[in-house]
Every structure is written in C-alpha cells, then in structure tokens.
C-alpha cells in the first residue's frame, strides 16, 4: 500500500514539475513572439493613436486578440507571425495619423486631457460623452485624409470639453470644499481658527471668482479649490486639538514636547543636535540651513553626473574610430572579449540594482532587452498624481537605480485596477506615470526626451481584479530601462 502511495506521489510530482517547464518556455515563446509588437502598441497607445486614429487602431487590437487567441490555442506559428506583422503594419499607419491628429488637434487635446483631470466621465458624463463622439467623428475624418473635414468642428468640441470641465469641478471640486467648510463651521473652526478658516473661504471664493468670469481657466479654479480643501481640513483638524488641550491645559506640554521630539529627530538625521531652550526657531533654521545646502550639493551631483556622461560618450566615440579603424582577426578577437566582458558587467549591474530594493519596495524583473523596477512600495491617494513625501526615499533609491544606466531611454508605465471609468483609469494612470516622470527630471537633471510616461489604464492587469489584493497588484508603476548595448 505503501508502495502504491509512493509511485502516485512520484508521478503527481513528476506533472507539477512538466507543466512548470511548460510553462517556463510557453512563456519564452510568447515574448519573443509577441515582444516587438507589445512595445510597439505601447508607443501608439503613449501618441494616443487609440482617439486619433481610432479606425486603425481597433482593427489592430482585433487582430493583435486573434494572434494572442491562436497562440493560447496553440496554432501554427507561422499563422500567428503573419497576423503579428499586419498589427505593426497598422500600428504604424496608427503612429503617423497621431503625429498629424497631434498637430490638428492640438487644443483639442489639451481640453479632453483637462476634462478627464476633473472626473468629467463621472460628474458630467452627458457632456462628455457628446464632445467624446464628435472628437472621434473628425478623427474618423482624419483618417480618411479629410483633414479639412476634421478641423472643422474643432470649436464646437473643445467647447463641449472645457464645458464638461468646468461642470465636473463645480460639482467635484467645489461641492467638496464647500461641505468640508460647512463641516469646519459646524465645529466652531471659524471661532477657534479664525485665520485657517477665512484662508480657505479665501480661496474658494477665488475658485468660483475664476470659474464665474473665465470659463477657459478651469485648471486654476481647480488648483485654488485644492488649496480651499486643504486649508478646511486643515482648521478643522487644529480645531479639534485646540479644543482637546483646552479641555486639559496640562496636554499643552506634551504636545509641544512631541513636536520637539520629530525636530530633533530630524536634526539628528542632518547631523546636528537640536536645543529647544530658546523655542523651536533656532532649530528649525538650522534644518533649512542644512537642506539648502543639501539642494546645493544635489545640483552639483548632477553637474557631475552631466560632466561624467560627456566623457563617457567621448571614450564611446573613441571606441567607435577604433572599431572603425582596426580591421582583421585580432580586432574581431577582441571585439569579443569586449563582449564578454560587457556581458559580465552587465550582469553584475542587473544584479546590483536588484539589491537595491527591500521586498516592500520594489519587484526587478528582466524582459527580453528591459528591466523592470515594479515599484510596490509607491502608492498615491485615490484619484490623485501627487507623490507624498514618505515615498521621496524609494524615489531616491529609484534614483540610484536609474543612474547606473547612463544613456538607457526609460519608460514610466502607470497601470490601474478595473474599477471606475476605464477612460479616466487611463488618464489617471498617465498623469501619475508623469508626475514620476517630473520628480525624476527636477532631481536628476536628465534630458526630457530620455523618459517616456506611458498611461495604461486597467488594460494590462497582472492579477485578478476580483480580489482586493488583486486590485491592489494591479494598481502600479513600473520603471521599464530598455539594456542597449553601449548604454551601460
């Protein structure tokens, strides 16, 4: 019986590890099948050739499902390159019309983007989705080379778009500051915290002031009623302390102890020790002594990183003549030694950069010629781009990363789960690809035209959406670095 047990046992095991090789090369397979085409339709999907050549764009999703349909089939491979070439073929077509729709459409555009900023799909839907159909109409004509054709209701889209907008922050925007004052009055924040308060009715006024006189300026209401959301939170939050230490004048101490506490362990973190003997001004100051020059010394390490990468590209160009220059076996011969040795180094680089990140911060993964930062560690608050400053240290990190790679062109992929409007899903994956992209320019003094930001949406899932945890993995950023040779 024993026995019996022992062989059943044998052979499930013997399955588990066959369909885990299986799996391994099915995998393989697909990627270099599939892997000039994925990045491809991430370029058109980053022009948005999806909106401005819409026609095309879905044929080449049609086909590139069919490809990926027989390939799960398991059908000639040869039938399945045929169809992956006629997707490249139309992507390509898609790519073109884009950069012409990028042109004629340029105002267009810059609306729709600001409209689905303001949520428009959700708080003014009816809107948007009417500027929505006219848009894709003229790009319809686009495509057909009717360029007249598709200039022609520009004016009327655009004001759909801006209309949708400015109805999506009225009802998104404004009404939120407006409850959260309500709610600040409602704890007697006017009473307590009389200059917070009045900032942020301040500020709201200036939102519905803008919004009222000059419909086009929507991103600045938008950026005035923030600053009125942040400003009520803020004077009901020191309401309610106040109002905690009036109840207990002895809690005035320790309240003013704990603030002292995160000072100094901040100034001990700069290197120097923090003395609260004459109030909180002496050590404060130093710590923005410190971190001027810590700005300063940022930007001479970028300098520097500039004057290395010139020298680099001289040795590479000196490399160049010499390849140039010698001919024979012996120059074949250490050509590739050259490789070998660049090969290692390589490898080492990878395996260096892997180190770099904690589990909680980042997964490193290889794929064909990229490697992938999937940054776990980074999350934004709901609906939002804006980094918080607790992830500013996995950014430097990420920093660190990206430098080893000096002339590598880096893409910044922004990804959601399927919940909510898939369109806004895109655009919110987008801006905050950019807002990784804007923190990696502003500290790293790289050239714009090195990092691409590239927004995905829910269209690229890598778990379940059923689950939370699902959702969860899905919702990411990965910093892909395509390994060129010479650009190590």
């Known amino acids: 019986m024993n026995r019996k047990f022992q062989v059943i046992f044998l052979i499930l095991i013997f399955q588990i590890i066959v369909q885990a090789l299986f799996s391994q090369s099915n995998q393989g397979l697909r990627e270099n099948l599939f892997n000039e085409t994925d990045k491809l339709l ?35 491979i040869k039938n399945i390159q045929t ?38 799909t959700e708080y003014a839907s009816e809107i948007y989705d009417e500027a929505e159909d006219s848009f894709i109409s003229s790009t319809k004509k686009l495509e057909r080379n009717d360029v007249k054709g598709a200039k022609k209701k520009i004016p009327e889209i655009d004001n759909l778009y801006r209309q949708a907008e400015l109805n999506a922050i009225k009802v998104s925007i404004i009404g939120t500051v407006r409850n959260l004052i309500r709610e600040a009055k409602q704890v007697d924040a006017d009473e307590y915290t009389p200059i917070t ?39 009901i939050y020191l309401t309610k302390e106040i109002k905690r230490l009036k109840k207990n004048e002895k ?30 001004d002496r050590p404060l100051q130093g710590i923005f002594n410190i971190a001027k020059l810590l700005q300063e010394d940022k930007r001479q390490l970028i300098k520097e990183n500039q004057e290395k990468d010139n020298e680099i590209k001289q ?12 001919q024979g076996l012996q120059a074949e011969l250490e050509e590739k030694q050259y490789r070998l040795e660049l090969k290692r180094k390589h490898e080492e680089l990878i395996e260096s950069v892997e180190k770099m990140f904690s589990n909680s911060e980042a997964v490193v993964l290889r794929k064909s010629d990229d490697l992938i930062v999937r940054l776990i560690g980074l999350t934004f608050p709901s609906g939002k781009s804006t980094i918080k400053p607790e992830f500013f240290s996995l950014l430097a990190t990420l920093q660190r990363a990206v430098r080893k790679f000096t002339n590598s062109p880096i893409s910044i992929e922004g990804h959601t789960d399927a919940l909510g409007d898939d369109r806004y899903n895109e655009n919110l994956s987008y801006e905050r690809a950019i807002a990784v992209k804007q923190y990696l320019l502003a500290n790293m003094g790289l050239d714009d035209s090195r990092i691409n930001a590239v927004g995905f949406g829910e269209t690229s899932p890598i778990a379940s959406n059923e689950t939370a945890t699902g959702r969860a993995q899905n919702r990411r950023i990965d910093v892909v670095i395509t390994l060129r040779k010479g650009n190590l």
Do not use: M
Request: aromatic share 8%.
């Open 42 to 76: 991430a370029q058109a999907k980053s022009e948005q050739a999806n909106v401005l050549s819409p026609v095309t764009f879905a044929n080449a999703i049609k086909r590139y499902n069919q490809a990926l349909k027989e390939f799960n089939d398991k059908k000639q």
């Open 83 to 120: 169809k992956l070439n006629d997707v490249r073929t139309k992507l390509k077509i898609c790519l073109n019309t884009a950069k012409l729709g990028k042109i004629a459409f340029a105002t267009t555009l810059k609306a729709r983007e600001d409209a689905l900023k303001a949520n428009a």
């Open 197 to 235: 308060y009045a900032n942020a009715l301040k500020h709201l006024s200036e939102a519905e002031s803008i919004l009222n006189s000059n419909r086009r300026s929507a991103s600045s209401a938008k950026e005035k009623a923030e600053k009125a959301e942040i400003e009520a939170k803020h004077a």
């Open 251 to 280: 809690e005035w101490e320790n309240f003013i102890l704990n603030r002292e506490i995160y000072i100094e362990q901040i100034a001990e973190e700069l290197g120097f020790e923090a003395h609260f003997d004459e109030g909180l």
């Open 315 to 326: 040795l590479s160009d000196e490399l160049q003549k010499y390849r140039q220059r010698e």
